[in-house]
């Protein structure tokens, strides 16, 4: 982020005092559950691709933003209609004017306007599940901590059970020791988070990391070393050869057309895969000619970065969607699942509420989830029989969303129950030739939400 710093002090009073911006589209709350739900599975596109952009918006209150934003961002707002996938950064004041030229159907509601806000939205074609979280940085330093930056987590539902984290973050700006240290611990603290939040999963990482590679104080390298993903630009732009941190900057000219995309960036995008969605990014550019206005002037103080992606999903696995709410912690099975699994036994704690789901499979991995409350139940299947359906029951406990019954059903028939029914209930169902072989969703001391994996039979 550059900004006038001296005029940021001078300007908080007025900052603090700004109005927020109209109420965006498609704001997000708790999952609106339907009332009744059978649902068997249909066939999700085992292939798929989209696009992604991100783009710092350098929306702050003119005069205090480096850019122009009262006349650029109804601009960028249209332009941004091109991309399955938009994520920003620095959408302070000028929200309304940016989501007024957007046509995407599913988009983050405002934080608020500079200094109350973290500046970070997504607008997407493909629908949010319920799970939106913004995370404020424990570390900042000078004016980076007049406005509560940070990063956000949600997740995309790309088709039928098939769900992609996605983040958005914004680090500490600056080149004193003391933004060099705030940064690195920027860094540090959204590692540590991915590594629980999204322990298994898929994910697409975007933002103004304020970093770069060659830079010797930086910690960028935290990202794809502690969590396994990839960097769009290391991998297709870079041939996968990071630069060597302490050597000379990879500096971009500063107002030119980037044709030559090996120059450095201090915005990024990475992913990672699992054993259900393989995702591979297959294209990447500055959209930098594109994001400029009739004189050929940059449309913010930042170029937008694009990449495309395409997926594929495993063959021998799919998943039903989620049902319950968008607390605990995220968890998924499927990198735990053998080729062939067999249940040999299924289980829960319960009493009112369901505290735990958990099954064995016959190589002797055993999925828990949940706490040790209620009561334990358990069913050890005979030979060649397996779980057919679960049944779903949600409702509110202490004004949150959790499971509040289960009810196992086997190819013969048998059944295992736990808890309380609610008349908002969901049955997921193992299409014609396959069998629920594990879970994914959210938990804590009970179970937040559900959804099963399916495996051939």
């Known amino acids: 982020m550059t900004t006038k710093k ?3 002090w001078m300007g908080i009073v007025l900052l603090l005092t700004q109005c927020q911006d109209k109420e965006p589209i498609n704001s997000i709350s708790e999952n609106i559950q339907p ?35 009262s006349v650029n961002t109804p601009k960028i707002g249209v332009l941004v209609n091109d991309y399955d996938i938009v994520q920003v950064q620095e959408d302070f004041n000028y929200h309304a004017a940016l989501y007024e030229g957007d046509l995407h159907p599913y988009c983050t509601p405002t934080s608020g306007g500079m200094g109350i806000g973290d500046g970070l939205n997504t607008m ?29 987590w949600l997740r995309l539902r790309l088709d039928e059970g098939v769900y992609l984290d ?10 004193e020791t003391a933004d060099y240290a705030a940064r690195r611990a920027n860094v540090t603290q959204f590692v540590n988070y991915v590594q629980t939040q999204s322990a298994n999963n898929a994910f697409i990482i975007t933002g103004d990391f304020n970093c770069r590679y060659t830079r010797a104080e930086d910690n960028i390298r935290l990202v794809s070393d502690n969590l396994g993903a990839t960097d769009s630009w290391i991998e297709l732009i870079m041939d996968g050869l990071e630069p060597v941190q302490g050597s000379d900057p990879l500096v971009c000219h500063e107002s030119a057309i980037l044709t030559d995309f090996t120059c450095e960036l201090v915005d990024k995008i990475f992913y990672r895969s699992n054993n259900f969605i393989n995702l591979q990014a297959v294209d990447f550019t500055y959209e930098d000619a594109k994001f400029r206005d009739e004189d050929g002037n940059m449309l913010s103080d930042h170029r937008p970065i694009y990449t495309k992606f395409q997926y594929t999903l495993a063959n021998n696995l ?23 699994p067999v249940v040999t036994t299924i289980g829960m704690r319960a009493d009112s509420r369901i505290d735990q789901v958990n099954l064995t499979l016959s190589n002797g991995t055993s999925f828990v989830h949940g706490g040790t409350g209620g009561t334990a139940k358990s069913l050890t299947l005979n030979s060649g029989e397996y779980v057919k359906s679960v049944k779903l ?7 949150t969303t959790r499971i509040f019954y289960a009810k196992y059903t086997t190819s013969s028939g048998r059944t295992l129950t736990g808890g309380t029914t609610t008349s908002t209930t969901v049955t997921y ?20 939400k559900l959804g099963v994996i399916y495996a051939p039979i």
């Open 6 to 8: 001296i005029f940021l």
């Open 35 to 69: 009332k009744s739900t059978v649902s068997t599975l249909k066939s999700a596109s085992p292939f798929g691709e989209f696009t992604i952009l991100d783009y710092n918006v350098a929306g702050l209150l003119e005069p205090f933003s480096s850019g122009d934003p």
């Open 124 to 152: 997407s074609d493909y629908p949010f599940s319920d799970d939106l979280v913004r995370v404020d940085w424990n570390d900042c330093n000078g004016t980076d901590c007049l406005t509560p930056k940070g990063f956000t």
């Open 166 to 175: 996605l983040y958005n973050l914004h680090t500490n700006a600056g080149s």
């Open 318 to 340: 799919r998943l039903s969607d989620q049902f319950g709410g968008p607390h605990g912690t995220s968890f998924i099975d499927v990198n735990a699942i053998p080729v062939s």
């Open 393 to 399: 029951c949600s409702g509110k406990y202490n004004n």
């Open 429 to 448: 169902t193992a299409p014609d030739g396959w069998k629920i072989v594990g879970f994914h969703g959210r938990c804590g001391t009970n179970v937040d």
